[in-house]
């Protein structure tokens, strides 16, 4: 999609893009403001202007819509079928929610964070979507009793690790095998969302210099409560397991629920607490 910048000032007003497409101009401004799309130029007076690209973005999203995906998940497919596919979960995240703050874990930190989150899930019995990465199957292993019991209530429950092959065992997550040199190989993800809760944690290793005891292991971490990050982390991860189990990446895309209201400052407050506290346990 051009920038906006680069749109000509003559462009379609709101009214125009919604007679073309059907959608109200209540609904389109909804949608720039929760989601970032569809992305107007601007003129001195700050009125919207669309182009012809903006009206064929608008009604891809539309059409995906009608088959069954959540309205993020088609904002996201239809963007994404314009840029490449990202590396991995953090890098995707990264790119698409740059008001996300990285913070540095140590490993202990970090597993701590992850324990939590599959323990608030499990607390919760809360369906929806489950997704984890492990960096190796012999990591999934020593988690694999955990993650049968997120799987049990799951709507749909993914495990990303370098698996010989594609297993669907019963009353457990799928399991999906990434080759050693991609990107998703060195990160440690955990994504939940269901309809009464959402959590997003996607963090890459920092390689060591010299070796290291297992403790010591350092990790750019971004993490969130919020639904709308778990949404983009559940888009991004079905934009990688696509080639690699269509029917999965299907089901991750056709969530049941509609997108969540933006999160209020108090919510934001309490994970900029979380953020700190955890650099401050992670520091000791």
Known sequence: MAPA???????????????RTGVPAATLRM???????????????????????????????????EEGLSLVAAIERTLSARTAAPASIFA???ERRPDLQPMLLSKPALLALSRAIEDEHCAGA????????????????????????????ARVAVALADFQRLRR????????????????????????RAPRSAATLAAWEIPATADVADRERR???????EADVADNAVAIAAELIEPLAPDVAALLATAPWEPPAPASPELRTAVRQAHRMLAYLSAQ
């Open 5 to 19: 910048s680069s749109r000509s000032s003559t462009g379609l007003t709101s009214s125009q893009l919604s007679d």
């Open 31 to 65: 949608w720039e403001a929760r989601h970032g799309f569809p992305v107007p130029a601007r003129l001195a007076g700050g009125h919207r202007r669309y182009s012809d690209d903006d009206v064929e973005l608008v009604r891809a999203v539309i059409a995906r819509r």
């Open 92 to 94: 995707g995240l990264a």
């Open 126 to 153: 809360d369906t929806g979507t489950v997704i984890g990465s492990f960096q190796t199957a012999s990591f999934y292993r020593q988690s694999a009793r955990r993650w049968r019991e997120l799987a049990r209530t």
């Open 169 to 192: 065992p019963a009353r457990a997550p799928v399991e999906v095998p990434i080759g050693r040199e991609h990107a998703l190989a060195r990160e440690w993800a955990i994504v939940v």
């Open 219 to 225: 990790f750019e971490v971004l993490w969130s409560p």
